[in-house]
């Protein structure tokens, strides 16, 4: 796969979070943060466990991708570690925290990712990159109405939330990276799902109160956030972030925002204004940018230093 259509399937993961926003939103309505995050895991590992065990088998039966590169298993426990910690705190922060900010806050990982990358890969992006970010991050901005108010306990949950997605991000990408294209994507999903359940429902069942009609009041949303936003997205990511650079994936997810605003539009009857169509403009400019000047400059592969 190359990179143009490992970012487009990047867009996709971005256009489903953008509708499973709202579902995750509506459903503390009915069901407290941590637990709803691990049952709603529960419900992503569930869909993807037989194409898993289809994989699994069919790579045994090949004998084509060694032990060591294709089952990291302890690497992918720490991503689920990471997702879990990263979901978790968006979702604790969606409770006393406005959508808008959420929607903002959590956009900063755009910016962190290509710092980190540096930092902790060693990775120097293309210097489109840099440009790309900030004006991902104003046009998020604009889009979230560009009235940001004061930061509340809920802010500061979201804000380590984008931190911790940005470590998620990439860390992804260094396992890809040592798995030498030879990661089983379904696998690599599962087992981060699991762990992510275990760790949700875990903690959920000591600080927080159960009740099977929360449950079931908040089924639709469990159902669709674990399915569709958890297991089918979340293994695009893993399966396409493979074929590009962690800098680029964080730019092209982030385009959650414009879809869950475009969703709002289109479903809810929500309207945006003149702001939030330049924040559109904006972000969109900023997946041109990153898409065309490398292509155009000949320099479409990560620097070292």
């Known amino acids: 796969m190359n990179r143009h259509l490992a970012n487009a399937i990047l867009l996709l993961v971005g256009a489903?979070?953008?509708?499973?926003?709202?579902?995750?939103?509506t459903a503390m309505e009915a069901i407290e943060p941590v637990f709803f995050t691990?049952?709603?895991?529960?419900?992503?590992?569930?869909s993807v466990l037989p194409l898993a065990i289809w994989?699994?088998?069919?790579?045994?039966s090949?004998?084509?991708?060694?032990?060591s590169a294709s089952k990291p298993f302890a690497a992918y426990a720490m991503l689920g570690t990471f997702l879990f910690a990263a979901l978790a705190t968006q979702q604790i922060?969606?409770?006393?925290?406005?959508?808008?900010?959420?929607?903002?806050?959590?956009?900063?990982?755009?910016?962190?990712?290509?710092?980190?990358a540096v930092i902790l890969l060693r990775q120097i992006p293309h210097i489109i990159i840099w440009p790309a970010a900030l004006c991902t991050l104003l046009g998020i901005y604009l889009l979230s109405g560009g009235d940001i108010t004061a930061l509340s306990r809920g802010d500061y949950w979201t804000i380590m939330c984008a931190f911790l997605w940005a470590c998620h991000?990439?860390?992804?990408?260094r396992v890809l990276k040592a798995a030498a294209g030879m990661v089983q994507p379904f696998t690599l999903a599962c087992t981060q799902f699991f762990v992510c359940a275990a760790w949700g429902i875990g903690i959920g069942v000591l600080i927080e109160t159960i009740r099977w009609a929360d449950i079931l009041a908040a089924a639709p949303e469990i159902l669709f956030a674990g399915v569709a936003s958890g297991g089918l997205?979340?293994?695009?990511q893993a399966y396409a972030q493979q074929f590009t650079t962690a800098p680029q994936a964080a730019i092209f997810m982030s385009?959650?925002?414009?879809f869950a605003a475009l969703f709002g539009a289109l479903f809810l009857s929500e309207r945006i204004g003149a702001m939030g169509l330049i924040g559109c403009a904006l972000i969109f400019s900023a997946m041109l940018m990153v898409e065309l000047v490398p292509m155009i400059t000949g320099k479409s592969k990560t620097a070292k230093p």
């Not at 994989?55 to 045994?60: D, F, L, N, T, V």
């Not at 090949?62 to 032990?67: E, I, K, L, Q, Y």
């Not at 991000?169 to 990408?173: E, I, Q, Y």
């Open 62 to 67: 090949m004998a084509a991708v060694p032990r």
């Open 55 to 60: 994989e699994s088998r069919r790579a045994r």
């Open 16 to 25: 489903i979070w953008g509708m499973g926003f709202v579902a995750q939103s």
């Open 93 to 116: 922060g969606l409770v006393t925290t406005s959508v808008t900010n959420s929607g903002f806050l959590t956009g900063l990982y755009v910016v962190m990712v290509p710092l980190l």
């Open 38 to 46: 691990g049952i709603r895991f529960l419900a992503a590992a569930l």
């Open 169 to 173: 991000v990439v860390l992804l990408s």
């Open 255 to 258: 385009t959650e925002a414009l």
């Open 233 to 236: 997205a979340f293994t695009l």
